[in-house]
C-alpha cells in the first residue's frame, strides 16, 4: 500500500484544515488507517484512527477538534482539523495496518511520508 498525504499549510490559530491521505496498492477497505504526527524534535504521536467498520478514537488532546473519515470508494481518508492551535504545528503522517484500531505507532505497516501543518499564534 502506497499512501501519500496532502492538504499540508500554514495556518492562523482558530483555523480550520482538512488532510487528505490516499492510498494505492492492496484493498484500502481491509486496513485500518490513522494519523500520527510528529512536532519538531520530539517523537511520533498518536492522532486518530478508522478502523473498517469506521470506528474511531482520538488522542485527548484533538478530541472534539478533529475528525477522521474514510472514503472507501476513493481509497483515502481524511482529517479534518478545526480550532487548530500552536500546539497542532507538526508533521502530519498517514498509516495503514491490520490491527481494528491502535494508538501504537508500530502497529501500522504502512505509512506515507508526511504534510507539515503550521499554526501560528
Known amino acids: 500500500v502506497l499512501l501519500e498525504e496532502s492538504g499540508g499549510g500554514s495556518v492562523k490559530a482558530g483555523a480550520s484544515r482538512r488532510l487528505s491521505c490516499a492510498a494505492s496498492g492492496r484493498t484500502f477497505s481491509s486496513f485500518a488507517m490513522a494519523w500520527f504526527r510528529q512536532p519538531a524534535g520530539k517523537e511520533r504521536e498518536f492522532v486518530a484512527y478508522?478502523?473498517?467498520?469506521?470506528?474511531?478514537d482520538y488522542a485527548d488532546s484533538v478530541k472534539g477538534r478533529f475528525t477522521i473519515s474514510r472514503d472507501n470508494a476513493a481509497n483515502a481518508v481524511y482529517l479534518q482539523m478545526n480550532s487548530l492551535e500552536p500546539e497542532d504545528t507538526a508533521v502530519y503522517y498517514c498509516?495503514?495496518?491490520?490491527?481494528?484500531?491502535?494508538?501504537?505507532?508500530?502497529?501500522?505497516?504502512?505509512w506515507g511520508h508526511g504534510t507539515q501543518v503550521t499554526v501560528s499564534s
Open positions: 478508522i478502523n473498517w467498520v469506521r470506528e474511531t
Open positions: 498509516a495503514a495496518g491490520t490491527y481494528s484500531g491502535s494508538f501504537v505507532a508500530a502497529d501500522y505497516v504502512y
